[in-house]
């Protein structure tokens, strides 16, 4: 007769409590994240004068629920794994909002229609990119690159570089209506419903906040964990072969992470077409690279199959906070600081992630 020997782990000690210290680190992410928020903001709350003012903080929140969006797009994106990456966020943002502008303002459609052939522009694009990386199977990288300045060109040329409304066109109206300009600018204590929220230091909590982003991330959340989808979304990207030996079709799966994308970076066109009450053609540029680093501060592993949405939402504030207090203590000279700052945070980030699992896959 023969006994089995039982799983006995003969590692030093030493290497054992390693080990239960970097999967310490590795589960204590939201907490690290919230510890860095913490001091980026009490350093600029010392330093720089009105940082702490709520209308201030009020303006960071509002534009930064745009750059949010798109950051738990390209999340869904890098999950997927195989490389994946979209740098074409941002350029989708614009193409997308400008065919928001020219649908109403030009074709004189219901602005509503008009958002939704905004949003579907998004979704479609991103199509596009699922599409050239899942079927044609050319590197995400490539394929996103090469969308990322098609989607700026066509952009621009829709409208000969003008944005909508025209003033330089007096026959077309020179608005968007108002009802769409309070989903940008619009409080949620104005909606009748809604008037006994409190505000915060006098000022109201963004519309966008409300309405938008939260639904979009809870949203988000539950397809991600509590979903067949979810659940191959992050088994393709742990281990595609092993997912496709689990008859799960991994070129699916990847193609609707980047139609998912797109249709994100629709819907933050609608956001920023109404912030700002114009359909402006370069309005996406940069916002890649900050979609990017929100996805790998919060926690999502560029390698694919690790991160969440509650990860994404604390690095949102961290980057929308870095560039509002750099632009504040700076002046003119933040140009050139702000992606300095953003670059040494992606990098950063990778590091680090690439450090625990690598450590953790020794021990």
Known sequence: MTVDAP???????????LTTSLRGIAAARLPLLIALFAALFLYFSLI?????????????????????????????????GGGGIDLSVGSMLSLSGMILGIMNIEWGMNIWAAVAGGILSGFLLGCINGTLVSLVRIPP????LATYYGYAAIALQLTNTRPLPDATQPNLPQSFPAEFITVGNGNMQDIGWLSWFPKIGG????????????PL????????????GGRYLYGVGVNALAA???????????????????????????????????????VGEGLNLQAITIAVLGGVSIIGGEGSVLGVILSTLIVIFLYNGLGLQLGN????????ALGVLLIGSVLFNEWVRRRLSVT
């Open 7 to 17: 799983n006995i782990d003969r590692r030093p000690p030493n290497a054992k409590r």
């Open 48 to 80: 720089v004068p009105n940082f702490l003012g709520a209308y201030n903080i009020y303006s960071v929140v509002q534009n930064g629920v745009i750059i949010g969006i798109l950051g738990i797009g390209e999340s869904v994106v890098i999950i997927s």
């Open 141 to 144: 990288l490539i394929v996103t």
């Open 203 to 214: 000022e109201g909590i963004p519309f966008q906040v409300f309405f938008v982003f939260l």
């Open 217 to 228: 991330a809870i949203i988000t959340a539950f397809v991600l964990w509590r979903t067949v």
């Open 244 to 282: 496709r030996f689990s008859a799960i079709n991994v070129w699916g799966v990847r193609f609707w992470a980047y139609a998912a994308a797109g249709l994100f970076a629709g819907i933050a066109a609608v956001v920023q077409t109404a912030l700002s009450a114009s359909a402006t053609p370069n």
């Open 333 to 340: 000279n933040a140009g050139v600081w702000q992606p300095f």
